[in-house]
């Protein structure tokens, strides 16, 4: 089992949550950006830098994901894809996307995407809160057990 980050957008608090969970756990955790981002010294903690450009840090998360991986982004169509390969999502929210619930968020999107494309002002996600972080914690810790 594998953690991937689609780190561009990823909160400087889950990555912290992350590190803790890779070296308590002794997992591999790989944070995949178009720029390098610090990480703290460990033999299961690792930066991968990919060129700037439109998709590019999605489409090595997706190259790279195995069947029981976990990724950790809040990009739905990045989801979708390693969903289809066989491999868990998390969000830095804490919820997890899955073959069930995948379809209908992609739906919502696409339509709100919409919405906005007309000029309808639909707001943005809320920042995110400490509730959040514990939520996104504690589904990987349970995500973490169940893997051992």
């Given at each position: ?8 957008a ?12 890779a ?85 919502m ?34 995500f ?5």
């Open positions: 089992m594998h953690l991937w980050v689609d780190a561009d990823c909160p400087r608090s889950v990555r912290e949550i992350l590190f803790r969970a070296n308590r756990t002794a997992t591999p955790l790989t944070l995949i950006a178009n720029q390098m981002l610090a990480v703290p010294p460990s033999a299961f903690i690792r930066s991968v830098q990919v060129p700037k450009g439109f998709d590019v840090a999605d489409n090595e998360i997706v190259r790279r994901v195995a069947p029981g991986d976990l990724v950790i982004t809040a990009d739905l169509p990045l989801a979708a894809e390693v969903i289809a390969k066989g491999a868990h999502v998390l969000s830095p929210r804490g919820e997890r996307y899955s073959k069930e619930n995948i379809g209908p968020l992609l739906n999107r696409d339509f709100m995407d919409t919405l906005r494309s007309s000029g309808v002002d639909t707001g943005g996600p809320p920042p995110l809160s400490a509730a959040d972080q514990r939520a996104f914690a504690a589904q990987l810790d349970r973490l057990a169940r893997g051992r």
